[in-house]
């Protein structure tokens, strides 16, 4: 299973970006799928995560209100849909898979993108 996040980039306090993390060598709807962010010097946290098959989400306390993460089978991809940024949401963001269930930690990931940068200016 490989994937590819993209749509990051350089935004202003207050904007949007939609990240998208294309999945191929699998089917999209056996996985739950999670987003992760990191900064240098700290450790990989999580964001937000959505079951395979019930849609039950997890979301961050940083950014619940302001992300929310989606998927479209058909197109195997998964999104983050993030409002409302802060310069503290400046990180790499990292999209993940896994047929384990549904989770918000680094270890509950099997599979993983290569990341995309976002960062807010203030």
């Known amino acids: 299973v490989q994937l590819q996040a993209s749509g990051g980039g350089v935004v202003q306090t207050g904007d949007s970006l939609r990240l998208s993390c294309a999945v191929s060598?699998?089917?999209?709807?056996?996985?739950?799928i999670g987003w992760f962010r990191q900064v240098p010097g700290k450790e990989r946290e999580g964001v937000s995560c959505?079951?395979?098959?019930?849609?039950?989400?997890w979301y961050g306390e940083s950014v619940k209100g302001r992300f929310t993460i989606s998927r479209d089978n058909a197109k195997n991809t998964g999104y983050l849909q993030m409002n409302s940024l802060k310069p503290d949401d400046t990180a790499i963001y990292y999209c993940?898979?896994?047929?384990?269930?549904?989770?918000?930690?680094?270890?509950?990931?099997?599979?993983w993108g290569q990341g995309t940068l976002v960062t807010v200016s203030s």
């Open positions: 060598g699998s089917t999209l709807d056996y996985y739950a």
């Open positions: 993940a898979a896994t047929r384990k269930g549904l989770s918000g930690a680094v270890a509950g990931y099997d599979y």
């Open positions: 959505l079951s395979s098959s019930d849609d039950n989400t």
